[in-house]
């Protein structure tokens, strides 16, 4: 099956800190998604982005399907920031998200 | 306003018996899909279903069942045969294959 990596697994910044997240996957994709998840386990949708750039207020993701990866960057980030952040691609011939075992962000105060 | 309802949010489980998981979503949405987290990890796919009465194994079906016989209506149910069944079960739904949404997650733990 497809493979998806996430770096770096953990991540501890203080706050108005700058940060990127990696994702690389292994085969042609025709959906990939960022995902938070809280500390109470619900995940919410940050991006739809199977190519090109997108922002959303201090957030913003890049992906280069040529080249298999995309990048979630952060900006000043803020101790709400903290969670678990999910890449996740659907296959061209698939249906269901694979998700990445994801990166762990701690925003200190 | 819609979403996806997932119930209960904890579920206790004893050695030996089924419990079914519901998920309910009025997103209008064809697809439906069941994910398994543990502590750590991503989610992973159990089951997912693309129209009524149709649903196919994810990567890790066993000891676990589904049915589709409604649009709106997913739900898992976890076997005596799934020898680890503690973990965080979340359900989605989506469009043929994006606009994904999931519910709030049911805690499955085995007492």
């Known amino acids: 099956g497809i493979q998806v990596e996430q770096s770096p697994p953990d991540l501890i910044l203080q706050e108005g800190a700058n940060s990127t997240l990696r994702c690389n996957f292994s085969?042609?994709?025709?959906?990939l998604q960022w995902f938070h998840q809280n500390p109470w386990g619900q995940l919410i949708n940050l991006f739809y982005i199977p190519s090109g750039t997108k922002q959303n207020g201090r957030l913003s993701a890049t992906t280069v399907a040529t080249e298999r990866y995309s990048l979630l960057y952060i900006s000043s980030s803020q101790t709400t920031d903290s969670g678990v952040y999910f890449c996740?691609?659907?296959?061209?011939?698939?249906?269901?998200?694979?998700f990445g075992k994801g990166t762990s962000l701690l925003v200190t105060p | 306003d819609g979403g996806i309802t997932q119930s209960p949010k904890y579920l206790f489980r004893k050695e030996g018996q089924n419990v079914t998981l519901s998920c309910e979503q009025n997103?209008?949405?064809?697809?439906m899909y069941w994910y398994r987290q543990d502590p750590g990890q991503g989610l992973r796919l159990i089951y997912y279903s693309q129209i009524v009465n149709d649903f196919q194994k994810g990567d890790i079906a066993e000891g676990y069942s589904v049915s589709r016989e409604k649009k709106e209506s997913f739900p898992l149910t976890v076997t005596s045969a799934q020898k680890n069944p503690t973990a965080f079960y979340l359900c989605?739904?989506?469009?043929?294959?994006?606009?994904?949404?999931f519910g709030s997650g049911t805690r499955l733990t085995v007492v």
């Open positions: 996740a691609v659907v296959l061209n011939s698939g249906y269901a998200l694979n």
């Open positions: 085969d042609s994709v025709n959906n």
């Open positions: 989605a739904s989506s469009l043929t294959n994006y606009g994904y949404t």
């Open positions: 997103l209008n949405h064809d697809a």
